[in-house]
């Protein structure tokens, strides 16, 4: 849109970096991958069958898969699906979604001074939503910070820029989904003050070449 500002007319464009979309879990899903990780955490064979931890980078306390007959009786990849097409739609509304397949999902059980490190994941999509959130993740070393970081995940986008932040910064919260390019590097900080778990789920997946091509 043109501007006037002194006289003087112009457009802001940016017509670079790559979108991220925020949404919400349905709370069927959310309670039935609750009562999923539970029972797992309770059966030591399980937990050793599902045990992705060794896949993974995060330094937290477990990683569990997510198996493909539990994500097809959620509708997991059905809602994960739908959410992706209308994210190509509003990128590009010529383009349509033909493919859409979940390559892996895990459940990842982080407690205090537990972290992911920076890294990226496989595939096209990517997405990270929380199931179990601490009501309170700790204070900052130094009283007067006025940035808590702890238990947040940051998107990170390259480097910096004139005019724009290589950092989109998220702070957990129980129902809330993002979905983002695989590409994309992401860390979660470690937290602190509290025993409570922080429990999200996350995703590989990929779609077709057209739709990938945006």
Known sequence: TALKKNSMEFEILRPFG??????????????EMNTYTDEIIKDEIKSNLLDHGNKLVGNVHQEILLDTDFMKKI????????????????????????????IKSWI?????????????????????????VPKNLGSTVQRNKNINGN??????????????????????????LYLFPNYMMHAVYPFSDT????????????????????
């Open 75 to 102: 509708k997991w990849g059905e809602f994960l699906a739908n959410a992706c097409k209308q994210w190509v739609e509003k990128n590009d509304s010529r383009k349509k979604l033909k493919k859409f397949e979940i």
């Open 18 to 31: 790559p979108s991220i979309v925020k949404m919400k879990i349905p709370n069927e899903i959310i309670v």
């Open 195 to 214: 025993d409570e778990e922080r429990r999200s789920v996350s995703f590989n997946a990929k779609i077709d070449d057209e739709a990938a091509s945006l």
């Open 151 to 176: 238990g947040k995940l940051e998107l990170i986008d390259g480097s910096k820029k004139l005019f724009a932040k290589p950092v989109y910064t998220v702070t957990p919260s129980e129902g809330e």
């Open 108 to 132: 990842v059980r982080q407690y205090k001074h537990e972290y992911n490190p920076i890294h990226w994941h496989s595939g096209h999509i990517s997405g990270v939503g929380y199931l179990k």
